[in-house]
């Protein structure tokens, strides 16, 4: 098969009458293709400089015409210019064109006009798509990769016709950014508009309407700090995310939800970002303690040989990444094969079922502390993928999927009511309503649980005052 490329400006009569005697080949002869490359007269000289730099060709003029070599495998084969094209015609096909001088102008007119107003039609079709942009900081992680084709699905993002991604990376790896964009656009998933790539802040958060920030990777990271290391880890991220608050409450959208997830600071991160916003409302912000939960419930689970799913309402308090307590005043349990049994919708309080006051209090608080360290080691990786679950059924609650029962534990700017520091920012269960989180209000709050989130509260105080905040009592 021959297959033609012909390229030339759009106002250029030669390339006009040149398209015409290709069109004439392509209606006689079964085995001649041509595919047409219309270039705007200013854009030209660039679009030849660098298809011929990146060709090894020498060509000045308008039109180009090469031919691909579809059958070989080979490299294009460059034809020339317009009488380069009508001699290979005449050679291999006897056909030429006799096409006259006021035609050639009058085709050469109208392709300008064509390819001005297809111009106008794609601009105004662009303008019509409103794309749901998502930041996803930390984007090479393995976190990432679970997160991405989750992220682009209606399943998570309902009533979206489109959604443009941003992978952010501030380690300066673009080469491999590079390559998960085209992983990603590969995908070909319906909602994906665009994807961009950022390894620095100048376009950070622009537009966002959805901003995801994992665990920051420094090129130093190591498995044991010693506490002077721990200090220079801490004024690090503290230097980052006061200026991730910044840029975020001048360039997001008012209405951006921003979720904090990871294993490393979590509450104290999302503690920063809040108090460099002054505009964006504080309850865009939130950490998520889902993963907690979910190892929670698999412990149970696995202690009353049950399904994880048939554990619920487990609730997260405290220090998401350091001193937090698993409560399940609320926690309910289904399918379980016990003296009392009842249909599928037949649930029994998780603390009826465990009466074991004393492994609740200090065997099972440690097994969650302790389960996915334990992941960590035996898969010599982190848990992306249930930390990527948790982020999304997160992110499924906001946007209004999920039951009005539903309980979740999230960070969030400390409620008056708890009598704590001010700025603190601590694990809280909650339950969405009309795509907004309101703090349960009907939980028992005993002198314990009260001392647990002191001690919390304290730890993500001394956290603060390691680099310099402010903490005031409310």
Known sequence: MAKFVLAGKTDCPHYAKAELLADSLQRCLPNFRIHKISVLPHAWKEWLEDT???NGWKHEQSPLVWRELVDQGGKAMLLGGFSDFLEHCQDYYSVTSDMPTDIMLTVASENLETKMNSIVEEQHRVSLIKPLHIWLSSALSPTGHFLIPNLLSAEVFPNTSAISLHL??????????????METENLALPLLYQVTIHTDLEQAFKEADVILLQDECWSDDSDTEDEEETKKKVKRISDRYREYGQLIDTRANREVKVIVSGDSFVNLRCSLLLDNVNVIDSNQFVTVATQ????????IARKLKVRPSDVTHVIVWGNISGSFYIDLQRAKVFNYDGPIKGPAYFSQPAKNILQERKWLETDFQELV???RAAVASKTCRAAPMSLANGILEVLKAWNGICGPDEIFSLGVLCPGDYNLPHGIVLSVPVIFTDRKWSVLSDVTREDSLKKRLEIAASELRQEKELIGCDIKKS
């Open 168 to 181: 952010l990376n501030l380690e300066g790896k673009e080469e491999q950014l590079q390559w998960l964009r």
């Open 292 to 299: 907690l939960e979910n190892e929670a419930r698999a412990i």
């Open 369 to 371: 502390r302790c389960q």
């Open 52 to 54: 011929c730099t990146r």
